[in-house]
């Protein structure tokens, strides 16, 4: 109402200074001279008048629940609201059946064979793939050099994510692969859960070792995370074995909490490992 009241006195008063005529009483004299005698000297002041507009305070005809994009926008339906509105009673679902009385199972086509029967299989989903972090020889190189990996301690899957060679999403384990083996020239002692030949050859000559260590899920994380069992109030899990079809390719169990030093292999463990990898 407030605003609606200051456009019509705003539209009437800018009419009426356009026509004088019509309201003589508007008629403006913005200034207005008087003098003023006294018995020493005379000074001639300037009085100024206000006029209609500064005598009107401005107010906005907007605010910012006003404005509108020009967007087109459609109103929703309705629906229920009567038979005038077009989707009253039934609300557009018609009568009785199934559509009207709630949703029908998601891909049935009413008794025949649905889409994903008629479409052919393409592939398969191999339920024992294991995925593994690859990890190179040369960052590992690299970090010993940096003097955030002590070469003469046991390096494992932690202390590998510990310093940044993996990422933080270690699936089923890590595998070390043969890049920058020309770099590893000091021997070093490995525990990881796979390993190509060109990469334990790499190591062996410098006179290291390298271990295939199997855990299970929840070893995995007791061995990545073991400050999560502390928090937990709970203990280490004791180490699984592996299932016979990975036996042959792993060379012991994993031990927790991570080990510091390396295991030496056996007269047996070395014959089954150089087997195993030809």
């Known amino acids: 109402m407030l605003r609606r009241r200051l456009s019509s006195i705003l539209s009437n008063s800018i009419l009426s200074l ?7 009483n508007l008629i403006l004299q913005p ?3 008087t003098q003023c005698l006294d018995s020493t000297t005379s000074i001639l002041t300037v009085q100024k008048v206000p006029t209609v507009f500064e005598s009107i ?3 906005s005809l907007l605010s910012l629940n006003d404005l509108r994009d020009k967007v087109p926008r459609k109103q929703k339906t309705r629906k229920g609201r009567g038979i005038g509105s077009g ?6 679902r018609g009568h009785k059946g199934q559509g009207a009385r709630g949703s029908g199972k ?5 008794g025949q064979t649905p889409l994903r029967r008629r479409l052919p299989k393409r592939g398969f989903h191999n339920p024992f793939s294991l995925t593994f972090q690859p990890v190179g020889l040369g960052k590992i190189a690299k970090l010993i050099n940096a003097g955030k990996i002590d070469s003469s301690e046991l390096i494992t899957m932690k202390t590998l994510k510990d310093t940044m060679a993996i990422g933080k999403q270690i699936k089923d384990g890590v595998r070390l692969m043969g890049r920058g083996a ?3 020239k000091w021997p070093i002692h490995l525990e990881v859960s796979r390993v190509t030949v060109r990469a334990k050859e790499a190591v062996e000559a410098a006179g290291g070792s390298v271990r295939r260590v199997y855990y299970n899920k929840l070893g995995f994380r007791a061995l990545l995370k073991p400050e999560w069992f502390e928090k937990k109030g709970r203990l280490l899990p004791k180490a ?3 299932p016979p079809k990975q036996r042959d390719k792993v060379d012991s169990i994993g031990r927790l909490p991570a080990p510091t030093k390396p295991i030496p292999f056996s007269v047996d463990e070395k014959e089954a490992a150089s087997n195993s990898s030809a």
């Open 18 to 24: 356009r026509n004088p005529i019509s309201n003589p």
């Open 240 to 242: 699984a074995r592996p």
């Open 31 to 33: 200034l207005r001279f």
């Open 57 to 59: 305070r401005w107010y």
């Open 87 to 92: 989707k009253g009673k039934t609300a557009g």
């Open 182 to 184: 020309e770099q590893i």
């Open 106 to 110: 998601l891909g049935f086509e009413g």
